[in-house]
């Protein structure tokens, strides 16, 4: 029997595929618990729709994502810190304090989603990656100056 499971089955598959299956397994176990659905032919039809939709969905998010990234990467944000002789700052700029800056500078990004390894210690330019989603990771360009 054909069926289109509607949940992950471990060792049978993910949600969305289309799977042959014994009738008991799938009469006795799958569609009771509703893991599973009958593969019918409007059911086959609605699956190619929602598979589609979701192609769609999937590639406009990339799109609008990689709109930000390049955004991002023109924008050089400037960052001041309270610091002393030779660029050292008193504090350290960390990871929430480029996603202020860059809040402020209008994009919506949080502190989660800025890679900074370790806290900037000085004043100068720095290149930070910021994940935008759909596995893009923008560079962006942070000046920290160094204010007495």
Request: proline fraction near 3%.
């Amino acid at each position: 029997m054909k069926v289109i499971l509607l949940k992950d089955v471990p060792a049978l598959g993910q949600a969305g595929m289309v799977k042959e299956v014994k009738d008991g397994y799938a009469r006795n176990y799958l569609l009771p618990r509703g893991l599973a659905a009958e593969a019918t032919e409007s059911g086959l039809r609605l699956l190619a729709g929602q598979q589609r939709a979701q192609a769609e969905r999937t590639q406009r998010d990339r799109t609008e994502a990689e709109k930000v990234a390049a955004a991002l990467e023109t924008a050089v944000i400037e960052i001041p810190g309270r610091g002393g002789e030779g660029g050292r700052l008193f504090g350290s700029i960390t990871a929430q304090d480029v996603a202020e800056a860059l809040t402020r500078a209008g994009f919506s990004v949080t502190k989660k989603q800025v890679e900074l390894n370790e806290p900037i210690k000085t004043a100068g330019f720095y290149k930070v990656p910021v994940r935008i989603g759909s596995g893009i990771i923008a560079q962006v360009d942070v000046n920290v100056v160094a204010a007495k």
